[in-house]
């Protein structure tokens, strides 16, 4: 299981953003509790797909700069004679 650690006031506004879009959305407020499940829901069920999509962004954005100081080096070199 994917642990994404996070400090608990980070974890309250979440909880608080998911209060919110819940309000705004159904027009009734959602309680701690169940703002929480769904917190841990989406932790659990969705928070993997976020996690590997950025790693995959992160490993492109590396190759990028790999490609980069590769061609920066190429350029360093000095003909032989």
Not at 1 to 24: A, C, D, N
Not at 33 to 44: D, P, S, T, Y
């Amino acid at each position: 299981m994917l642990v994404i650690k996070m400090s608990k006031e980070e974890k309250e506004e979440i909880i608080g953003r998911i209060q919110t879009f819940h309000y705004e959305q159904h027009g009734e407020e959602i309680g701690n509790i169940g703002a929480e499940n769904l917190f841990e829901f989406f932790m659990k069920e969705l928070g993997p797909y976020f996690y590997n999509k950025g790693i995959m962004d992160s490993k492109e954005v590396l190759m990028d700069k790999m490609l980069q100081v590769e061609d920066d080096l190429y350029a360093l070199k000095r003909p032989v004679e």
